[in-house]
């Protein structure tokens, strides 16, 4: 008997069409798992939405019927924010919608448009630059902007809506306290229309900075536990913070 003959026989390929048939379910199954997860990310995203805007909207609703002073008002734009750091940019526009048109039934349109004006717009603003890992001066300032127009939006709202020019009511205070500031610092001169308009802004600007960078203290810390974290503060804030 020769070498060769001794040798074992080597398996022929098998190219049978059950081969390619094997292979083809294999790669059917594959591809069944992965299309349901991505099924899933609509629902998810449709429930997460609805969920996190009518959060937002009972935040508001809440506040309004039962004052419980700066407590909530602090987390006004958080839901719609968390929807943006979530789901993108689409997904808050919706929950803004959303929340407006559920507290539009709730409490009706001219308090849902109070609402609407700005805080929902300021999820979305404030989503967007944490999003982006914008610094905390830049969206804190953005935010200032947006919540001082949002005051003003106010004003000219329910000036129309009680025939009444509110801003009057906003210089008779300022001018109270500005006096006050005249005579502690013993200046006997009578502070001008000008002047009190100009410190009825600046009072209004420094008012919705304070409150951004508290809403941006308690993002911070309410986000990380959530597992969809902002931008870090800083660094003379954690410091702060670790006190």
Same mark, same amino acid.
């Given at each position: 008997?020769?070498?060769?003959?001794?040798?074992?026989?080597?398996?022929?390929?098998?190219?049978?069409?059950? /081969?390619?048939?094997?292979?083809?379910?294999?790669?059917?199954?594959?591809?069944?798992?992965?299309?349901?997860?991505?099924?899933?990310?609509? !629902?998810?995203?449709?429930?997460?939405?609805?969920?996190?805007?009518?959060?937002?909207?009972?935040?508001? =609703?809440?506040?309004?019927? =039962?004052?419980?002073?700066?407590?909530?008002?602090?987390?006004?734009?958080?839901?719609?924010?968390?929807?943006?750091?979530?789901?993108?940019?689409?997904? /808050?526009?919706?929950?803004?919608?959303? /929340?407006?048109?559920?507290?539009?039934?709730?409490?009706? !349109?001219?308090?849902?448009?109070?609402?609407?004006?700005?805080?929902?717009?300021?999820?979305?603003?404030?989503?967007?630059?944490?999003?982006?890992?914008?610094?905390?001066?830049?969206?804190?300032?953005?935010?200032?902007?947006?919540?001082?127009?949002?005051?003003?939006?106010?004003?000219?709202?329910?000036?129309?809506? /009680?025939?009444?020019?509110?801003?009057?009511?906003?210089?008779?205070?300022?001018?109270?306290?500005?006096?006050?500031?005249?005579?502690?610092?013993?200046?006997?001169?009578?502070?001008?229309?000008?002047?009190?308009?100009?410190?009825?802004?600046?009072?209004?600007?420094?008012?919705?900075?304070?409150?951004?960078?508290?809403?941006?203290?308690?993002?911070?810390?309410?986000?990380?536990?959530?597992?969809?974290?902002?931008?870090?503060?800083?660094?003379?804030?954690?410091?702060?913070?670790?006190?």
């Amino acid at each position: 008997m020769s070498i060769l003959n001794s040798l074992p026989d080597e398996p022929e390929e098998n190219s049978s069409p059950e /081969s390619h048939n094997s292979l083809n379910q294999d790669l059917d199954q594959q591809e069944q798992l992965k299309q349901p997860q991505l099924k899933v990310d609509a !629902p998810l995203r449709m429930v997460e939405t609805a969920f996190l805007a009518s959060a937002a909207s009972l935040i508001w =609703f809440i506040n309004f019927y =039962f004052p419980l002073g700066p407590v909530l008002r602090i987390f006004f734009p958080v839901p719609i924010a968390l929807v943006y750091l979530r789901w993108g940019k689409r997904a /808050s526009w919706m929950a803004a919608v959303t /929340s407006g048109l559920l507290l539009s039934v709730l409490m009706g !349109p001219v308090r849902s448009l109070l609402f609407v004006m700005p805080f929902a717009f300021m999820g979305v603003l404030l989503g967007a630059t944490w999003y982006r890992r914008v610094p905390w001066l830049v969206s804190i300032t953005l935010g200032t902007v947006l919540g001082t127009l949002g005051v003003f939006f106010r004003l000219w709202l329910l000036s129309i809506l /009680s025939g009444e020019d509110l801003w009057i009511y906003v210089i008779n205070q300022v001018t109270e306290l500005t006096e006050w500031i005249f005579l502690r610092l013993g200046l006997l001169a009578t502070p001008s229309v000008f002047v009190i308009q100009i410190g009825a802004i600046a009072l209004i600007v420094i008012n919705n900075f304070i409150y951004l960078f508290i809403v941006h203290l308690a993002a911070w810390l309410l986000l990380d536990r959530l597992g969809n974290p902002i931008p870090r503060p800083p660094n003379w804030v954690q410091v702060l913070m670790d006190y």
